[in-house]
């Protein structure tokens, strides 16, 4: 499989401010409440003082067909904005809804790194999340990739390579806890996993594309391509 995904992780303040976006919309949610409803945006209980925000391709891979139609992927101010909200409770788990009226199957990915007598570092935390996240391609397989399945083993990766994602946004925060120096970082991406749907379609490298190759990264279709991050 080719796939040239460019997760830019911009490092920037993210400041909470109220948006027109109606978070507890019971539409964007069918089952339990949203990350960003009734949140202020405060650093959670479970947070110790101190805590604070962080400012913040390609290849083959054996045993993978390329895809035919993958989307090149943009960072997302939005989508950043909610995910450090999950990141601003100081504990690693995914909330029970994180969905924007844009991107209504709104997918998650969470990495944790701390460290004790030295500081934690922040460019070798955000390298190492993304190449574990990565490298969960070698439990996966063309099965998987043909009808997803097994969330607990490959949902990371696959979340990744989805030809449905077009947009990610994370955001980092640093505190000490036990004497640990730690960083939490939540990524979430306009898509999610679709149990028994193919993450991508195969065939040649950019072949599906209808507007055109991103001019730098040949196997990814332009910024343009009209890509439905909700579709099923």
Known sequence: MKVEVRLLLLLASLIISANAAN????????????????????????CPAGAKVVDLSGGNL????????????????ELAK????????????HDACRNIP???RSGQNIA???TKGMPNQLRKHLIEAIQNWFLEYKDGNMNIMNSFRDPKVVGHFTVMVSDRLVKVGCGTVRF?????????TTCNYSTTNILN?????????????????NPTYKNLCSVNEPINPNAI
């Open 23 to 46: 978070y507890c919309d019971s539409s964007l949610c069918p089952s339990g409440q949203h990350i960003a409803c009734g949140n202020n945006g405060k650093f959670g209980a479970q």
């Open 62 to 77: 054996p045993g993978y067909q390329q895809a035919r139609r993958m989307g090149t992927v943009q960072w997302d101010d």
């Open 82 to 93: 909610i995910a450090l909200l999950n990141a601003k409770r100081c504990f690693m788990a």
């Open 102 to 104: 844009r991107f209504t």
């Open 112 to 114: 944790l790194s701390s």
């Open 176 to 184: 000490t806890k036990n004497g640990r120096d730690t960083l939490l």
């Open 197 to 213: 749907k193919p993450v991508y379609k195969t065939g040649t490298a950019a072949s599906g594309c209808t507007s055109g190759k």
